[in-house]
């Protein structure tokens, strides 16, 4: 059993940062895909960044790309996801997700995954 739990969300204005956090603790954390999706009322829960199998590679929506980074710390089994210049469009529910066995071509697809954090907030204002 893996659980996630992320930190870090909150209020920021436009042009902000802000750094999400997310812990892992299971047998198979380390070694696992683990991804941040986020979710705006009323959207579809969409794929953010990823950190390909205990870090081999990173992967970035395009959305983010040049704003956001992703980095992991195995020895402390956590993510992070530092989020600079922030506009009003990335406001939503961050969500840190994990599995141990995605193939790479299901790493952008929510249902895919096994494993969720409960979510924390990000609002961004203008």
């Known amino acids: 059993q893996v659980t996630l739990v992320e930190s870090g969300g909150g209020l920021v204005q436009a042009g902000g940062s802000l750094r999400l956090s997310c812990v892992a603790s299971?047998?198979?954390?380390?070694?696992?895909?683990i991804a941040w999706f986020r979710q705006a009322p009323g959207k579809e829960r969409e794929f953010v960044a990823a950190s390909w199998r205990g870090g081999q590679r990173t992967y970035y929506d395009d959305s983010v790309k040049g704003r956001f980074t992703m980095t992991r710390e195995n020895t402390k089994n956590t993510v992070y996801l530092q989020m600079n210049s922030l506009q009003p469009g990335d406001t939503a529910v961050y969500y840190c997700?994990?599995?141990?066995?995605?193939?790479?071509?299901?790493?952008?697809?929510?249902?895919?995954?096994?494993?969720w954090g409960q979510g924390t907030q990000v609002t961004v204002s203008v």
């Open positions: 299971g047998s198979t954390s380390r070694q696992m895909t």
């Open positions: 997700a994990g599995d141990a066995t995605l193939i790479l071509s299901s790493m952008r697809n929510h249902v895919h995954y096994d494993y």
